[in-house]
Structure formats: C-alpha cells, structure tokens
Nanobody, 114 residues
Framework: VQLQASGGGLVQAGGSLRLSCAAS????????VGWYRQAPGKQRELVAA???????NYADSVKGRFTISRDNAKNTVYLQMNSLKPEDTAVYYC?????????WGQGTLVTVSS
C-alpha cells in the first residue's frame, strides 16, 4: 500500500483546508485510514479515522470542526478542516491499517496563523 498525502498549507485562524490521502497498491486490504498529526515537540496523535465500513471517529479537539470522508472511486480519503486554530498547526500524516501492518504517507504541513 502506498499513500500520498497532500493539501497542507498556510491559513489564517478560522480558515479551512482539505487534506487528501490517495491510496494505491493493495487497497482492498485496508481496514481503516486515519489522519494523524504531530506538532513540534509533541507526540503524534490521531485526529480522525474512517473504517472500511464507513465508521468514523475523531479526537475531541477536532470534533465539530473536522470531517473525514472517502471517495472509493478515487481511492482517496479526505480530511476537511474548518474553523482552524493555531493549535492545529502540525505535520499531518495519513495512515492505513492493514491488519498487523501500518503504512504511512509522507507528511503534509498545516500552519495556522493567528
């Protein structure tokens, strides 16, 4: 499984961005796709995830602001981020859960200015 993340950038507080995670390879084996983020000096944390069955879960800090979705035809998972805050600044990574193995995409930097 290969993952290609994109969509990061610089945005003002209150703005929006949409991240994309395009998957290729053995995508039929993916159980769930998650978006994680890592801010400077902090541990990587789960932001949102969506399972192959369509169930979603979110970190409390982003509930009501972020939405994870997928387009099966495009093999792509999206993270729509609204009402962005400076504390959302981080490198965002997408992750594919494939049984005992995890695959990671390269990170995409999101910077929210105050």
């Amino acid at each position: 499984v290969q993952l290609q993340a994109s969509g990061g950038g610089l945005v003002q507080a209150g703005g929006s961005l949409r991240l994309s995670c395009a998957a290729s390879g053995s995508i039929f084996s993916i159980n769930a796709v998650g978006w994680y983020r890592q801010a400077p000096g902090k541990q990587r944390e789960l932001v949102a995830a969506i399972t192959s069955g369509g169930s979603t879960n979110y970190a409390d800090s982003v509930k009501g602001r972020f939405t994870i979705s997928r387009d099966n035809a495009k093999n792509t998972v999206y993270l729509q981020m609204n009402s962005l805050k400076p504390e959302d600044t981080a490198v965002y990574y997408c992750n594919a859960d494939v049984g005992p193995v995890d695959y990671w995409g390269q990170g995409t930097l999101v910077t929210v200015s105050s």
